[in-house]
Structure formats: C-alpha cells, structure tokens
C-alpha cells in the first residue's frame, strides 16, 4: 500500500500540494507535518501554470488577439509540461538555460515575454528566460533581397507555371514587389480602392480567413475592442496592421501589372484563386511554393538564393513576405527618403506625432515626392534599360 499526502495550497490551481508517495504511514504523516509546520508562502507567489493561465486570458488595450493567443499557447505548453507546478520565482536561471538549449527559439522567446509580462504585472520577480544569448534564426535584419530584373523574371516564372492563371500569380508578385503591400493586404484589396486616374491604392483593409467558429470569436473580439470590420463569405476584412488605413502610389509597374489582369464580375476582389475564392495563406502557398522553386532553377549555382535553398532545404525557400523588403530597397535606390519609403510601406516612426496632425498634407507631398523620384530614375535611363518600358513590351508580346 501506498500514501500520496497532500496540504492545502491556495497558490496553486489545484487548490493541494503533492507531498509524494511514500510505502510507509509514518512518513507520510512526517511529510505532512514538515509542510504544515513550513511558513506558507505569499499570495502573490503563484505556479507557473497559473501564471501561463493568467498571460493567455489578460484583458486590455495590449492584450494579444484570438490568433497571438494561439501562438502563444502552443509556445507554452512546453514550458507548461516542464515547469507548471513550480513557483515562478523558483525557476533558476542555469536550469532555464539548458532545458531551453533544446526547444525551438519560438519557445524560449514566449517564456521570457510571459516572464516579463509577470514582473511588470508584480506576480515574478525574475525573468529566468531572459538573454539566454540562443542563437537564432534567419531575422528580417538578414534577409537578401532580388534586384528588380530577378523580380521581373519571377513574374514570368508565374506564367510559366500558371498557365492562363499565371497572370494572377504574376499580378500578385509584382504588386508586393512594386507596392510594398503585406500578404493579407493584397487579399483583402478590392477594384474600389485603386485609383488608376490618380495613380494610388487606398490601402484600407486586410483579409482574414477562417472558419465559422474562429470567425464568430474573432467578430465578438473585435465588436469588444470596438475595431471596424466587414464579414465576407469564408472571412473578415480588418483594419490593417497598426490599424491605420494608408494611401500608397501606384508605381506604372504596378499599374502594367494589373492592367490585363481579369475582373469577375460576381466578386469586388481584384485576387482570387482559380475556384473564384479568396485567397489564404494555404491556397497562396500552394500557388506561390511551385513558382518559386521553379524560379530558383533559372538562378546561376553560385546566387544567394540557390545557394541558400540547397544549404536549407525548405527552410531556406524565398518566403512572400521579403517581396515587402524588396520593395523597399527598391525606393531607397530611386533615392527615396527614409521617411517617404515609412509611409508607402506603412511603418511607424518617429515623426507619428506630426503626420497624425498634418496627415493628408503631409501623404499628399510624401507620394508626390517618391512619384517625382520615379519619374527621375526612369529619365535617367535609355528607353531599352528603363523597367518599366520592359514591363510594357512584356505585356504587348502576351497580348
């Protein structure tokens, strides 16, 4: 026969603490007494499990949304299975260390924002998740990007590929690389928010996908943070990151792009799949994943790009994403300014503050600005070098 003592613990979820098994009576009872004669500890000293409870259910104006909760339940449940019964202030910093040596770094980077998210709310003293020096993976601070002929080519990889299709693919690639616009942007764009007269995007919403019980959460979320959406079939339409909808110019790459781009006339949405659906990160991915494997064939053995997908299989595969940066770097050589290339991209600065209030006149000059920049870098050029009279003759060959 067997003892498991327990003593009552109002710090722990369970409401008792577990003492061991012991085969004999008399130590149990001796366990006991030892933990009842034990100054209790404060009630501010919670479990980790506890702790991990409280980060996934806080409320507030930084709260995560549905999606982040997420991730960051599943960053946890490690750390949970390790470390859930302890107190958080009895975690060493050495022990965080070598069990942390051998999860992902996703993992480790979520116990430390939960630590620190912890000592700011007063129930942890120390984050023993913080610098653990790991060494991490391929940031944005390291990301290569193509030059604006790769881009081109890329493009018309997609027809290749694609077929008739291709020219959506194709739009899509060369909108990211001469827009700068994020993933869910691109999806959630509608033939309403571009102005061809006037040679801009209204760059107002961001598509989410997901099935009808995310998305009944995801409405009540959003009614509770009092944010606009649109409820689409198979999605939601949002506000785009940082909530802020931007205006952004349309370069005449951008615009060539779209021009013989088909127009459904049963749907607002300017990129939809070949089922005439909206896009989502999966059915992009199986778009976008042959386009750029077979891309990276056409590239010399000795390109960054090649060179980085032999040496990391999938891993090393040119993400959608670093089209952004493409673009970006794409502006800094037209000689566009810092603040300029912000605003068509849509990041925050310094200088927040003063577009907030000054903001239509102070947009209206930054796209004039880069519009005037774009115009001077194709004058610098001879009518056969200039891209975007390459992109025409392109388009005049597959018409």
């Known amino acids: 026969m067997v003892y498991k003592p327990y003593v009552y613990d109002p710090a722990r979820q369970s409401r008792k603490r577990w ?143 694609w077929g008739s299709y291709g020219v959506v693919i194709r739009a899509l690639i060369l909108l990211a690389g001469y827009t700068g616009m994020r993933l869910a942007e691109l999806f959630g764009l509608r033939w309403q928010d571009i102005d061809t007269r006037v040679g801009v995007i209204h760059v107002r919403w961001q598509l989410e996908t997901m099935g009808l019980k995310r998305r009944q959460a995801r409405v009540r979320e959003l009614r509770a943070r009092k944010d606009p959406f649109v409820i689409v079939v198979g999605g939601l339409l949002t506000r785009p990151k940082n909530h802020e909808p931007r205006t952004i110019l349309l370069l005449p790459e951008a615009a060539g792009a779209l021009r013989d781009l088909p127009r459904r006339l049963d749907s607002e949405f300017v990129f939809l799949t070949t089922q005439g659906r909206l896009f989502s990160k999966s059915n992009h991915h199986r778009c976008w994943a042959p386009v750029r494997a077979a891309f990276a064939m056409t ?23 670093e089209l952004r940066h493409l673009h970006s770097s794409i502006l800094d050589d037209a000689g566009v300014s810092e603040r300029d290339n912000a605003q068509q991209l849509g990041q925050k600065d310094g200088g927040r503050l003063v577009r907030e209030r000054y903001a239509h006149r102070d947009e209206d000059r930054a796209r004039q600005r880069t519009r005037d920049q774009w115009v001077q870098r194709d004058r610098g050029a001879s009518a056969d070098e200039s891209v975007a009279s390459r992109l025409r003759n392109r388009d005049e060959t597959a018409d």
């Open 19 to 161: 003492l061991g098994t012991h085969e004999d009576l008399g130590d149990a009872q001796a366990a006991r007494d030892e933990a009842e004669a034990t100054p209790r500890r404060s009630d501010r000293d919670l479990t980790v499990d506890r702790v991990i409870e409280l980060y996934l259910t806080f409320q507030g104006a930084d709260a995560p949304t549905l999606k982040t909760r997420a991730r960051y339940r599943a960053a946890l449940k490690p750390v949970g299975d390790k470390f859930g019964r302890r107190y958080v202030d009895d975690i060493t910093r050495a022990e965080a260390r070598l069990w942390g040596e051998g999860q992902p770094v996703s993992v480790t980077d979520t116990a430390r924002t939960m630590f620190n998210w912890a000592i700011a709310e007063e129930v942890a003293s120390r984050n023993p998740f913080g610098n653990l020096g790991r060494r991490r993976p391929r940031g944005r601070s390291d990301i290569k990007v193509l030059d604006e002929e790769e881009l081109l080519t890329l493009g018309d990889v997609a027809l290749t590929v």
């Open 299 to 321: 590239l010399p053995p000795a390109h960054w790009l090649r060179q980085r997908m032999e040496a990391e299989g999938e891993e090393g595969n040119y993400d959608f994403h």
